[in-house]
């Protein structure tokens, strides 16, 4: 998720933007030399590195069609010798989107589908929560979070779920929107799952990922590029996934996306991104041949949604837009477009700006820092001319200075559970079946002294619940990447009615109520 934009984990990095910076002495670049990648670069990734947390980065800057920089730094997994290098495997997550995009964008330029043609065309069942929305709903919305929903709704039902995507895009009609279709903007990570369902249907039967890797990988030689992240933990050469979100750094599950595929699933390396960036930067030609038109390819650029028309106190940047999986801005008064990408232990960005002939990506391996972003940022400075000040120290001052003003919520959680308070009713009479109507089921069983939840639809995630006060409980769950959150229980003469339970903001940022069956 970009960063007021669509990372999950940049809670940090958008409240960063809103702030104020200072600028210092002007970095010293031409179209060939670049000071800071030549004296500084390594060194300061290794400094912003150790700062962060962040156990291994890889690196590829593209500079006028060539590959000025591809490289590793730090190790693959903590504890074991093993380096990260240029063909290390990371989960590039929403970054899959603007594949998602191009493929869409290349079947409207062959006539094979137009994307301001109704959804309804092509996914006859398709409805949304308001029936006039339905009706207007376009292949171009599902791409351009259209949709009125809040940012990540629908997600704690749908990630790492057993829920395939025909379900998926059939359960968006029970997605309540909380703001006005076209007009509010609200991240969706089901909109994209849905377009990828619109390319079978327009071509006979190819699915997304085959289509994208006859389309776009094999030209381009991606040969490390894979469309699917099942198995993704047996591949040679892999990052280990990484979170200190709820205590200290600790290894945590790799996800699989393989149902929500075309919003967030694919795996690569800088080896590879390197060739990715440079048919962007080349209008959709790779080695002297066109992959992509470049009138189909430009249409993954063009602005569908304003996400902010505020000039930022931190970058030179005035305002951000999204196209077809892809973000753009202005940048000191040049155009960027970029993406981030957010996986459970995982964060990346891929960047390019066509006017520099510039390519940036950066790929990690801890879900809760910013310095993969600060370190394109930082990039961008050193190749457009903008005043210099270290993005890296900026961002740590900023985010400590924040820290220190918040209260740890895992531990409130756990001083209030330490109190031993003795719940008004047994808890067998928490106990039982409960179901959230876009969700699904879950199960509610006592074990000693807890609660334990379990969720069919979400193949071995439990969750234990520990008596707090009220009929609050705190939430571990078994996957520490939903997070250690409250639940409560709402009791009515005596019985449980309903349970709410949250998730990690990463997942989802509304609760949800599971009525008692």
């Not at 290390?88 to 997550?93: G, H, P, V």
């Not at 308001?130 to 009706?135: E, G, I, N, R, T």
């Not at 109507?437 to 520990?466: C, E, N, W």
Request: proline content about 5%.
């Amino acid at each position: 998720m970009s960063l007021p934009y669509f990372l999950r984990h940049l809670t940090v990095a958008a409240w960063l933007l809103l702030s104020g910076t200072s600028a210092a002495l002007a970095q010293s670049t031409t179209a060939n030399t670049n000071r800071f990648v030549t004296d500084s670069l390594d060194s300061y990734i290794r400094r912003g590195m150790r700062q962060w947390q962040v156990p291994g980065l890889a690196l590829v800057v593209v500079k006028d069609g060539k590959v000025v920089v591809q490289k590793g730094y730090g190790v693959r997994e903590v504890g074991k010798p093993d380096l990260v290098d240029a063909n290390t495997l990371f989960m590039i997550a929403s970054n899959t989107k603007l594949f998602t995009g191009t493929a869409l964008a290349k079947l409207d330029g062959e006539k094979k589908l137009n994307l301001d043609d109704k959804v309804s065309k092509y996914l006859p069942d398709f409805r949304l929560y308001d029936s006039l929305a339905s009706q207007m709903v376009t292949v171009r919305d599902l791409m351009s979070h259209h949709f009125g929903f809040k940012t990540f709704q629908g997600d704690f039902s749908f990630f790492k779920s057993n829920i395939e995507r025909p379900e998926i895009v059939r359960r968006m009609r029970l997605m309540k929107p909380g703001g006005q279709f076209r007009r509010d903007y609200g991240y969706s990570n089901s909109g994209f799952v849905a377009a990828g369902e619109v390319v079978p249907a327009a071509t006979g039967g190819t699915t997304w990922e085959a289509y994208v890797q006859q389309n776009l990988l094999q030209p381009l030689g991606m040969t490390s590029t894979f469309a699917a992240s099942a198995g993704f933990a047996q591949r040679p050469n892999i990052a280990a996934a990484y979170s200190n979100t709820f205590g200290p750094l600790a290894k945590v599950p790799f996800d699989n996306w393989d149902n929500m595929a075309p919003a967030a699933n694919m795996v690569s390396n800088v080896t590879d991104l390197a060739k990715w960036l440079r048919f962007q930067l080349d209008s959709g030609r790779y080695e002297g041949k066109q992959i992509v038109p470049w009138a189909a390819l430009r249409k993954t650029r063009e602005a569908n949604t304003i996400i902010s028309s505020r000039k930022s106190s931190i970058y030179p940047m005035h305002f951000i837009t999204y196209g077809l999986g892809l973000e753009a801005a202005d940048y000191n008064g040049q155009q960027i477009f970029w993406h981030t990408g957010g996986a459970s232990g995982q964060v990346s960005n891929v960047c390019f700006v066509p006017e520099a002939g510039l390519g940036i990506a950066v790929l990690t391996n801890n879900d809760n820092q910013s310095f993969f972003e600060m370190l394109r940022y930082q990039l961008l400075d050193s190749w457009l001319g903008v005043p210099y000040v270290d993005r890296s120290a900026q961002a740590l001052k900023r985010k400590q200075q924040f820290e220190a003003t918040q209260v740890d919520p895992t531990k409130v959680l756990a001083e209030r559970v330490s109190k031993k308070n003795k719940p008004a009713l047994p808890l067998s009479a928490y106990t039982g079946k409960f179901e959230n109507k876009l969700f699904g089921p879950i199960s509610i069983s006592q074990k000693g002294k807890q609660l334990l939840i379990q969720f069919p639809t979400h193949p071995g995630l439990t969750a234990t619940l520990d008596y707090m006060d009220g009929q609050e409980f705190r939430t571990i769950y078994s996957d520490l990447v939903f997070g250690v959150m409250p639940a409560k229980f709402e009791v009515e003469g005596g019985k449980v009615k309903n349970i709410e339970l949250r998730v990690n903001d990463y997942v989802e940022y509304d609760p949800y109520v599971f009525s008692k069956l």
